[in-house]
């Protein structure tokens, strides 16, 4: 048996205007509506008598002003955002930001460290020459020591093979 008559009833649960915190001036960041609860009220009528009764709280955008989840920049610090939103409702906001008066503060100390790691630098990098010039001397003198080596191999040879021949002429002479 189908109902004669359906009524549909929403009502919100907080009055519109009620928060007014929404952002209305521009800026950087993204804009959302915010989920507010409606209660919705459905009822069937057969004659005089009510069929069914279904009453529900459901989140809906709110009719206010867009709210704004500011992203902008600051200065000394990285800023990071991790926003997520579900069917077009924020559901999640974190915000990481340091102290930006803390970095502010500290800027002059880390300049002075790294001037005042220049001089060290300067010397690592002078005593990784040396020791690198130092390697290649050694290696310069082992490829010299290798190359006397051989040429002492090769002259031995040649006096070898001439003490053979001039003995192999002697015996043929006679």
Known sequence: ????????????????????????????????????????????????????????????????????????????????????????FLTSAKINKPSEL???VSLPVDIIKSIASIPAEIIQLKINYNSQQQALLEAEKTKFESLKAFNDAVLEMYKTNANQTQTLIEQLKK
């Open 102 to 104: 803390l970095a502010g």
């Open 1 to 88: 048996m189908f109902p004669d008559e359906i009524q549909i009833n929403v009502n919100a649960l907080i009055p519109p205007g009620a928060i007014s915190s929404a952002d209305k001036t521009g800026g950087d960041g993204v804009r959302y509506r915010a989920a507010f609860p409606y209660r919705v009220l459905v009822t069937a009528t057969a004659g005089i008598a009510v069929a069914r009764r279904i009453e529900r709280i459901v989140l809906l955008p709110n009719e206010s002003p867009a709210y704004l989840f500011d992203l902008r920049r600051t200065a000394f610090v990285k800023k990071t955002y991790a926003v997520q939103f579900e069917n077009g």
